[in-house]
């Protein structure tokens, strides 16, 4: 039996150890690591959304960052202050500007914009295929940027909307995390799930089996749109400011980076994608500024972090097209597993651990007796 | 609305266009052979741009020396790129590449920015070339002027290359079909590297006019152009020449049309216009205007 195929080893580095981080980010609001987690959190969502589209279905969106915008801008109206809205979104319904809902409640009113801008959309976009939709998602990032730009009296223009109520906490986003990755684990799992990948893998033959391959994809398409939205909203709600800029190119280029280095096929591999997009970079940060490493001073090389991903995304992409995870999907199963949270409790699990443990341990030895 | 208005219009957008022309074919040759939308094509013209102002101010060569040499530069970089990120993936799929090419405009980008800093910098072309000449109601800089002929030039000389020589011919068997024409004896590594150079050097020569044209050069200058001069590929039928300078005209006289005949309130919407133009062509046209039968909708 291997390592990660025993139910207490998944536990507690998938299950276990995480959850403990996350707690303690829950009691540490504010910090600087805490404001990492957050932002791996919201990865997790709009990556794992993503996926969906991208591994799953087939096609190549790389709109992300419209849906986010969309979700942030539509949530955050039903969240700001009541006095914020008179003065800045003039524009805004009368019913609107007094409304204030919690924020579940204004994330999900976000996502269902952003999942009904996906149906109208898809409806004309996801006809054509392979590059041609790329490109189409590329410009609807376009076309909402500079409606969020233009339309100063509901978007405040391009100065954008500040002081958005600080509700995406830790404990909000991995719950809203979990739920979104449940809902996707079970529906790559159902028939529909099965359908999506026929599409995926020859979508000939998937139409001549009876799947309506337009339909599906415009539902998928709305899917991941809604997901994004909800992702977007939160995004919003941690940054405390909204400009259409936040919500541009860049931003879903990251999404689609972190998505291909992580693993485009697996949900596991949103999270391990975005561990490594979240963590990686800060750490690299330091080099940009000038450090010194043994006694010699590095000139300030401003851009230097960036640059180091983009070519460790090449060389990836050029050794391990799958991404880093492939096509394992252990974590995600492990992490909705009922037998991993049994075998968390169970000393015969624990025992089982030490035998596989004990016996790498003594392969390790046998093969440096073997070796000297 | 004055006729010398509109005039001054439309000639600001074939310049435009002339430009995005430029790019436009270079990302539809390579499109043609290999299906890779080569996102990094733009940031070429950015290393076009830096190596001549670099040349320009550190060097002070004089202007055909810096046109030669930054084009050779950009050609070198077109072909390195290719070496590297996008020749290790010639059987990937079509979106792995895809992100290849999305890295390395990363790259390069931030290369530029680490090596010039992220400051615009002051890009002067000599006097002779941005005086004005006036043909009764037309008004032409020299520049200009040299830009619409350089492109119909180059139009015609491509178009040459492409029907008459041997290599052009097995360019045109590649996008064809790249199999068949490997069986046939035809070394793909050189027609790829052959399109990577052809691109490349326009993109390079398209810098040098774009940061003469604003007058500063930024590291992420390329971006805009060149996925504007890639949707107009799109828009003219990616893979055929034509189609690439008869999109980039269409779209730089579009985009000055948005911009200045139509009224104010609009006008800061010219991007989204021409991504909209864009969806509306493909869902008429699906390969574009001059675009084959080939591709397009599943």
Redesign the interface.
Known sequence: MRLRDNNVFRFWSFVGIPLMIIIIACFHQGGYYTHLINTFGIYIILVASLNLV?GFSGM?SMGHAAFMAIGAYVSAYFTLPTDIKYSFLPGLPHWLKDIQLPFLAAMLLGSIAAMLVALVVGF??L??????L???T???I??V???L??QDSITNGARGITGLPDHAVTWTIFFVAVVVMYILHRTIRSGFGRELIAIRDD?VAARTMGIN?TKYRVLIFAMSAFFAGAGGALWGHLQSVISGKFYY?DMS?KI??TS?IGGVYTLSGSIVGSLFMTFVPEFLSPLESGLQIFGVQLPE????S??I???F??VL??FR?QGLVGYSENIVNSIFSPDVYKAAVSPKEYKKLLGIIASKFTRLLHKKDNKS | MSIEYIISQLINGLRLGSVYAMVAIGYSIV?GIL?L?NFAHGDILTVGAYTALTLMVAFGYPLWLVIILSIIISVAMGLLIER??YR??RN?R???T???S???S??L???I??VF??QRKAFQLPDWLTEIHTYGIVKLSTMNIIIFATTIFLLIFLSIIMKKTRIGMAMRACSDNQRAAALMGININVVVAVAFMIGSALAGLAGIMLAGEYKTVDPAMG?APG?KA??AA?LGGIGSLGGAVLGGFILGIAEMAFAGLLPTSIT??R??M???L??LV??VK?NGILGSDE????
């Open positions: 991208n190549f004309c976009v006809r054509m295929k392979g590059h041609y790329s490109v189409a590329l410009g609807l376009v076309i940027r500079s409606v730009d233009n979508t391959v190119y280029f689609v980076q291909i090389m401003y851009g230097l960036n640059l991903m983009a070519a995304l090449v992409i050029i097209r | 499109y299906r939308i590297v990120a290790p993936l990937a079509e979106e792995t895809l992100v290849s999305l890295a390395v990363a790259f980008q931030n290369l920015t680490m800093s992220e971006f996925l890639f949707v799109v800061p919407y991007d989204a021409v991504f909209v864009l969806i493909l869902l699906p591709g397009g909708r599943s």
